[in-house]
């Protein structure tokens, strides 16, 4: 049985322009809203401002003239204005002193660029393309896990992403910032320049991973021409080859597969745990189980941990989202789970990382793996089968 699996003409950045061939049926052929086989077109409509659930963006941002100065104080100032986080200003040019808010770079673009360039991280340039090209040049390894990066002219008319446009961000990002100078944006990705479907935005945005990114460029290239894009949902494999099918697995013929990410990760941890060692435990376990990374919902864990730079590091660098819940929410999550009193004595509640992980994972999750203590650390998983596909 499919349920709460739609398509809606509001749906965000997106809009069905056909609906002649959309049929909401159950497995059984009773109405319900499900999404049986469909062949539509998908176009897009205008970008959203929304980036990665939950991940934040460390924007950073050089300049090599005087004017390139004034155009990330502009930024900045706009910024605030709109209640948004400025960007972390750097300069490269010969002078004495870095103007006030700037950080002097004392090394070469590109060994500044290769230090930057990181997960997490959002880089601006504001100067000739051709800089951050040369900058960049043997950084960019792949399109679904690079930085984004961006170029704005030395007078802030023009905001163009170069890398990373649509899994990483940039697009968006260029938007904002385009508002925020009162530049044009210049968008350049083919799906966006002929307002086509991009699977791998509707993949980032709704949470899913893509099982075979070797079959993006089919399924884009599709799109541009103008032809239906097939998009099969679940338990309805079609009797022919299909564009896009989201599922946990399939014997069908797909040129994209798109699998619900079904794992939250509890976790909990001492004040100050070393980055390192959190990332090691958290991919051990994750290993041990069976599990990547990209297979992961969210990071879980109480408001008073949120911010621990261990898992901001997590959330940052394998781009997965960070909820967390206050200890009364905690409380009153129903389960078994290995009670402490001294992480109670602290925290407020007897256990962070179980609760937390069911907590995230929502109605009718299970652990799958349970509380494992480490180095100051604790994890554990939870899993619901039953997850929606977020299609909204």
């Given at each position: 049985?499919?349920?709460?699996?739609?398509?809606?003409?509001?749906?965000?950045?997106?809009?069905?322009?056909?609906?002649?061939?959309?049929?909401?049926?159950?497995?059984?052929?009773?109405?319900?809203?499900?999404?049986?086989?469909?062949?539509?077109?998908?176009?897009?409509?205008?970008?959203?401002?929304?980036?990665?659930?939950?991940?934040?963006?460390?924007?950073?941002?050089?300049?090599?003239?005087?004017?390139?100065?004034?155009?990330?104080?502009?930024?900045?100032?706009?910024?605030?204005?709109?209640?948004?986080?400025?960007?972390?200003?750097?300069?490269?040019?010969?002078?004495?002193?870095?103007?006030?808010?700037?950080?002097?770079?004392?090394?070469?673009?590109?060994?500044?660029?290769?230090?930057?360039?990181?997960?997490?991280?959002?880089?601006?340039?504001?100067?000739?393309?051709?800089?951050?090209?040369?900058?960049?040049?043997?950084?960019?390894?792949?399109?679904?896990?690079?930085?984004?990066?961006?170029?704005?002219?030395?007078?802030?008319?023009?905001?163009?992403?170069?890398?990373?446009?649509?899994?990483?961000?940039?697009?968006?990002?260029?938007?904002?910032?385009?508002?925020?100078?009162?530049?044009?944006?210049?968008?350049?990705?083919?799906?966006?320049?002929?307002?086509?479907?991009?699977?791998?935005?509707?993949?980032?945005?709704?949470?899913?991973?893509?099982?075979?990114?070797?079959?993006?460029?089919?399924?884009?290239?599709?799109?541009?021409?103008?032809?239906?894009?097939?998009?099969?949902?679940k338990n309805f494999p079609p009797g022919e080859k299909t564009d896009v099918i989201v599922a946990d697995e399939t014997d069908a013929e797909y040129s994209v597969l798109l699998r619900p990410k079904r794992y939250t990760v509890g976790i909990g941890m001492k004040r100050g745990k070393d980055e390192a060692g959190a990332e090691a435990f958290f991919l051990e376990v994750l290993k041990k189980n069976g599990i990547g990374p990209e297979d992961v919902y969210a990071?879980?864990?109480?408001?008073?941990?949120?911010?621990?730079?261990?898992?901001?590091?997590?959330?940052?660098?394998?781009?997965?989202?960070?909820?967390?819940?206050?200890?009364?929410?905690?409380?009153?999550?129903?389960?078994?789970?290995?009670?402490?009193?001294?992480?109670?004595?602290?925290?407020?509640?007897?256990?962070?990382?179980?609760?937390?992980?069911?907590?995230?994972?929502?109605?009718?999750?299970?652990?799958?793996?349970?509380?494992?203590?480490?180095?100051?650390?604790?994890?554990?998983?939870?899993?619901?089968?039953?997850?929606?596909?977020?299609?909204?």
């Amino acid at each position: 049985m499919i349920r709460h699996f739609q398509l809606s003409s509001e749906a965000p950045g997106a809009q069905i322009q056909a609906f002649d061939r959309l049929n909401f049926v159950s497995a059984t052929g009773d109405d319900c809203p499900g999404l049986r086989m469909t062949e539509i077109s998908l176009r897009m409509i205008g970008t959203t401002h929304r980036y990665f659930q939950g991940r934040t963006m460390n924007k950073i941002a050089v300049c090599f003239t005087h004017n390139g100065e004034k155009v990330i104080e502009r930024l900045n100032e706009e910024s605030l204005k709109k209640g948004i986080t400025p960007v972390k200003a750097y300069v490269l040019r010969d002078c004495d002193k870095a103007p006030e808010d700037f950080i002097k770079v004392t090394s070469s673009i590109g060994e500044w660029t290769g230090d930057m360039f990181m997960p997490g991280n959002a880089l601006i340039f504001v100067g000739a393309a051709g800089i951050a090209v040369r900058a960049l040049s043997g950084l960019a390894r792949d399109k679904l896990s690079d930085c984004p990066v961006i170029v704005i002219d030395d007078e802030g008319t023009f905001v163009i992403p170069i890398l990373s446009g649509h899994a990483g961000g940039a697009n968006k990002l260029a938007v904002t910032i385009s508002e925020l100078l009162g530049a044009v944006p210049v968008i350049t990705t083919s799906t966006d320049v002929n307002a086509a479907f991009s699977v791998d935005s509707f993949a980032a945005e709704r949470g899913l991973c893509i099982v075979n990114r070797e079959g993006i460029k089919k399924v884009s290239a599709k799109a541009i021409e103008g032809k239906n894009i097939t998009l099969s949902i679940k338990n309805f494999p079609p009797g022919e080859k299909t564009d896009v099918i989201v599922a946990d697995e399939t014997d069908a013929e797909y040129s994209v597969l798109l699998r619900p990410k079904r794992y939250t990760v509890g976790i909990g941890m001492k004040r100050g745990k070393d980055e390192a060692g959190a990332e090691a435990f958290f991919l051990e376990v994750l290993k041990k189980n069976g599990i990547g990374p990209e297979d992961v919902y969210a990071i879980c864990t109480i408001d008073i941990k949120e911010d621990e730079p261990a898992i901001k590091s997590l959330r940052d660098k394998y781009r997965i989202p960070v909820l967390s819940f206050d200890k009364e929410i905690l409380s009153k999550v129903n389960g078994r789970f290995h009670g402490s009193d001294f992480v109670k004595s602290v925290t407020g509640v007897d256990n962070v990382c179980e609760r937390a992980a069911v907590a995230g994972a929502g109605a009718g999750a299970e652990i799958v793996f349970g509380k494992h203590a480490k180095d100051g650390m604790t994890i554990a998983i939870a899993c619901n089968p039953g997850r929606s596909v977020g299609l909204m």
